[in-house]
């Protein structure tokens, strides 16, 4: 035979080529496939009978021995997230009763419920009134509010001997003779920080922890080294997104945390010293798969956010499990605050102590600068140029306390930033203006003067801050000349948007000498009395303290958010600007809220509604959430009061991209620029989408003789806003690449997503005001209709996820409406279009939600064709599981005929393939999970839904013979 030509090698080596990519592609998209369904079956299961996530994570470990107190700790959070009165948006719930608003000053009914009853069951039913604190220091410090009175025993020094008492670790009741007392300590504990660690708290009332059973079948250096065996392995995908996609500082952040918890495990040998530790066994797997399931979530942030939580989670599992670190780590992780190094001998490098909060920071800051002066009064830092300082609003309550005074003090106060934006036109407070104060008072300072002692709160810190300060003042700190006493709380930034811990530092920065030893005695005497690094919750701290570098990253995207927010989506208009506040360098935007907003007119069936608005319900109370802190990963709102009585609402911007911030804020934006006289109603959003619609088609030539259609406007819009994707780019990279280069930030106008926004704002209006029957007709019900059917049918290209499950929660409820109607040809219609809604929106967690509240009468009174096409669209996208509890839920509820459709559906689907086993998020030994997927258990648990099934028919009939 003829030898094989070149171009017949060339084309055989490129056919390989080819085959290769090819298998390689299908394999990607197999992995890609399954890291999806394994977060969104991990979410039918958080709503499903089972409970929230966390409380399955907490079942789980409670079968560990061992693992009391880590099971009851999991979930626990010091800042939380109030839930919803109704959630569109399903996540994974990571929920627990003692989680606080804000543990300092807000502690839930249930944290205040365990501390008592902690309490109760060491002294009895009828004890002294007492109040739960933290340590014996903060019980000397609202002691001395009662010297000379009669609500003490003697002194505070007699009282604090014979009246605190000692409940667990971290844990301690002081008593008084009556129940005012109590009371009138606790907006002083709050000031303070004197609360116990919510961790302390629930393992004290946990009980005894077991010691860990040896499992000689697990291997936890072969787990460690499931991080390291893929190719490429978690930590690199977590890295790969590239730089310009929103969510690459936080996923870069989880790299950064898991990658040193990788370091620490090998370094200190966790895994070969505790080889067979079963509860390190299912933290290391529950995390591998959290953290090979985030980079496919980067197409929201509210996902990737709340995979990034279980992250958090499983991270303090297995921190707790082996609990590697100790206060000298975390004085070794929290000594890059100070920026020293480069300071003389003379200077120590590590005077910086762990408290229970940033206001208790601030607390003792106050009494170590009162012990290095000798004197109570606190001046202020002020220069002509910035004006004064920006104060903590505890930190006036404290100096009320103490009565503390602000002239001819050798004590400067300053705050390095301000966690709220100055007025427009005003000198912005930063580090430039802590400089120029403390060098205006050090040339004010005489030679016999003492040290002046700078008291900085650093809980807002910029990258180089410290660095900047210490740098310019290394000789007075060397001469003895100038003290930095610096206090930070970690609940902000330094949480790394965990939100999970409630600690601060203060640390001294100066020349030793005598002054300088007693306070550091101080602080090292209240330290060892907190014992904070003694809880489980400690462990998680130092670990965050040791990825400083996202700090910055975090701040600094969301910094740049607030700018985008400010000048695109938020502008003051003309007049108006007081009403507006923002700062370049600051993560917020503050908004009048005192002035009127434009009334919502509705042309609902029963006639026309006017709805006066206040300006604050104009942002999403899903995509917004009201919160007692910021610094979190998603933006959250404040209320925040102002000088002149008046009230400003502060967004807090969070790691969200352009895209998602549009979705969220054009149109609150749109509104808030109106003058209150303005009216908004259903026509005005109809020709705002209509002209965004225009907007998005201004590139592209459209003959005369054509008029587009909403739906046609909208998909070509999406289609140009689209990032290119090369030939090459197809063929090289793999479908998780290709799509988080579609999602990297560009400037182009976001049509889309601000048509999005126009919906997705009238439809939480109209959820929140209106009911479904109110729905039924009228002209604003054929806008409605009009405006989702074009932005439904375009597919919403460049839409998140969450903008999209709003968008179709409108469409469900407006069918809904149509389902409950008396016209039986308008109930077929609304069945009709809720399908077609799910069917070209899949995916998407409500749902089966939705198939739940289809009206029995209204599915059986559709054609074959119409039931086969909502199975189709709304049961069979569902995993095994989920399907078994749906139909059962169908079957409490009576809806016979669907659960009978959806049974024998079921059954249909078995014959032709076994469903693949829908793999969760949380660790499951292998012979549970595959019983749970095996063919006969399956078949034997819908032969138990038709035996439900045929009984509940019996009984129907047999009713309906009785009448």
């Known amino acids: ?81 109030d839930p919803l009165r109704r959630d569109v948006l399903h996540h994974l719930r990571i929920d627990h009763d003692v989680s606080s608003d804000y543990l300092r000053d807000q502690p839930s009914m249930d ?93 004290a009332v946990t009980g005894t922890q077991s010691r860990i059973a040896d499992d000689p079948h697990i291997n936890n250096v072969t787990l460690l080294n499931h991080f390291y065996s893929d190719d490429p392995d978690v930590c690199e995908r977590l890295r790969s997104l590239p730089a310009e996609h929103a969510l690459a500082p936080l996923s870069n952040t989880a790299a950064a945390l898991l990658e040193q918890w990788l370091d620490v495990a090998d370094d200190r040998q966790l895994a070969a010293l505790q080889p067979h530790n079963p509860v390190l066994a299912n933290g290391l797997q529950a995390l591998h798969r959290i953290a090979d399931t985030l980079p496919s979530l980067s197409h929201d942030s509210q996902l990737f956010g709340n995979g990034y939580q279980v992250l958090l989670e499983e991270l303090q599992v297995c921190l707790s499990a082996t609990r590697p670190f100790t206060q000298d780590d975390f004085r070794l992780a929290a000594a890059q605050m100070l920026s020293v190094s480069q300071l003389a001998e003379a200077v120590p490098k590590q005077d910086i102590y762990l408290v229970s909060s940033g206001m208790a920071a601030l607390t003792l800051g106050h009494e170590v600068a ?221 908004v009048d ?15 026309s509604r006017t709805l006066n608005l206040p300006r604050d319900s104009q942002f999403s109370e899903y995509l917004l959430p009201l919160r007692d802190s910021f610094a979190f990963t998603h933006s959250s709102r404040t209320q925040i009061p102002t000088g002149d009585g008046g009230a400003m609402q502060r967004l807090a911007l969070g790691q969200e991209s352009k895209a998602e911030l549009t979705e969220r804020l054009f149109m609150p934006g749109q509104l808030l620029q109106q003058p209150p006289a303005a009216v908004w109603d259903c026509g005005k959003a109809w020709r705002l989408v209509q002209q965004l619609g225009d907007e998005g088609m201004r590139s592209v030539q459209v003959p005369a003789h054509i008029t587009p259609t909403l739906y046609q406007k909208l998909y070509i819009s999406g289609r140009l806003e689209q990032a290119p994707v090369s030939d090459q780019q197809r063929l090289q990279r793999t479908p998780e690449q290709l ?158 005929g669907k659960a009978e459709a959806c049974i024998s559906r079921f059954e249909l689907l078995l014959d032709r393939q076994l469903p693949s086993p829908a793999e969760s998020l949380r660790p499951v030994h292998g012979a549970e999970h595959s019983t749970e997927h095996s063919e006969q258990h399956l078949y034997g648990q819908l032969q138990n839904q038709r035996a439900r099934l045929t009984l509940g028919q019996l009984i129907l009939n047999g009713q309906t013979a009785e009448r």
């Open 593 to 607: 809220i005192q002035a009127s907003s434009p009334p919502l007119t509705l042309n609902l069936a029963e006639g």
């Open 739 to 896: 799509r988080q280069h579609q999602q990297s930030e560009r400037e182009q106008p976001l049509t889309l997503n601000r048509i999005v926004s126009v919906v997705s704002h009238l439809g939480e209006q109209i959820m929140r005001y209106t009911k479904p029957d109110s729905w039924r007709a009228g002209p604003d019900r054929q806008r409605l209709d009009a405006m989702l059917e074009g932005v439904m049918h375009s597919g919403m290209p460049g839409v998140s996820h969450s903008g999209r499950q709003l968008v179709m929660e409108l469409q469900a409820f407006l069918c809904r409406a149509d389902m409950h109607s008396d016209d039986t040809q308008q109930q077929q219609r609304g069945l009709r279009t809720l399908t077609d809604g799910c069917a070209r929106v899949p995916g998407l967690p409500r749902q089966p939600d939705y198939l739940l509240a289809i009206p029995e009468q209204v599915f059986s009174a559709a054609s074959d064709t119409q039931r086969d096409r909502t199975l189709v669209a709304l049961f069979e996208p569902l995993d095994a599981h989920r399907r078994l509890s749906l139909i059962s839920q169908m079957l409490e509820q009576g809806d016979l």
């Open 1 to 81: 035979m003829p030898a094989a030509s070149q171009d017949d090698v060339a084309v055989g080596a490129r056919r390989r080529q080819l085959d290769g990519r090819v298998h390689h592609l299908q394999r990607a998209l197999q992995q890609e496939l399954q890291r999806h369904r394994r977060y969104d079956h991990s979410v039918r299961q958080d709503w499903g009978p089972a409970g929230s996530y966390a409380e399955q994570r907490r079942s789980d470990l409670r079968q560990l021995r061992g693992a009391e107190h880590i099971a009851a700790q999991y979930g626990l959070s010091a800042a939380r997230r």
């Open 111 to 203: 944290f205040r419920e365990l501390g008592q009853q902690l309490y109760r069951q060491q002294f009895g039913a009828r004890a002294m009134p007492a109040l739960i604190v933290n340590s014996r220091h903060v019980a000397s410090q609202l002691l001395e509010h009662f010297r000379g009175t009669k609500d003490i025993q003697g002194s505070p020094e007699q009282h604090l001997r014979e009246r605190l008492q000692t409940l667990a670790p971290g844990v301690l009741a002081l008593q008084f003779r009556a129940r005012g007392s109590v009371t009138a300590c606790e907006p002083l504990l709050n000031l303070y920080g004197g609360r116990p660690s919510a961790h302390a708290l629930v393992a």
């Open 370 to 590: 009162d012990r290095l002066t000798g004197e109570r009064n606190v001046a202020m830092a002020s220069t002509a140029r910035h004006g004064q300082t920006p104060v903590y609003f505890e930190v006036e309550t404290l100096h009320r306390e103490w009565l503390i005074g602000h002239d001819h003090s050798h004590t400067l106060y300053a705050t390095l930033n301000h966690s709220m934006p100055g007025a427009t036109g005003a000198e912005r407070w930063g580090v430039e203006a802590v400089i120029e104060a403390t060098a205006q008072r050090l040339q004010q300072a005489g030679a016999a003067d003492p040290a002046l002692v700078l008291l900085l709160d650093a809980t807002l810190e910029q990258r180089d801050d410290m660095q900047r300060l210490v740098d310019h003042f290394a000789a007075p700190l060397q001469a003895g000349q100038l003290r930095m006493v610096v206090c930070k709380s970690y609940q902000k930034y330094a949480g790394l948007g965990s939100a999970k811990v409630m600690a601060g530092a203060i640390g001294l920065i100066g020349r030793e000498d005598a002054a300088h030893v007693q306070a550091r005695n101080h602080l090292q005497r209240v330290e060892q009395e907190l014992d904070w690094m003694g809880h489980n919750d400690g462990q998680l701290l130092v670990h965050l303290l040791g990825c400083r570098e996202q700090e910055f990253a975090l701040l600094e995207r969301a910094c740049d958010s607030g700018a985008y927010v400010a000048r695109h989506l938020l502008p003051p208009p003309p007049g108006k600007e007081q009403e507006y506040r923002h700062d370049p360098q600051l993560p917020f935007v503050a």
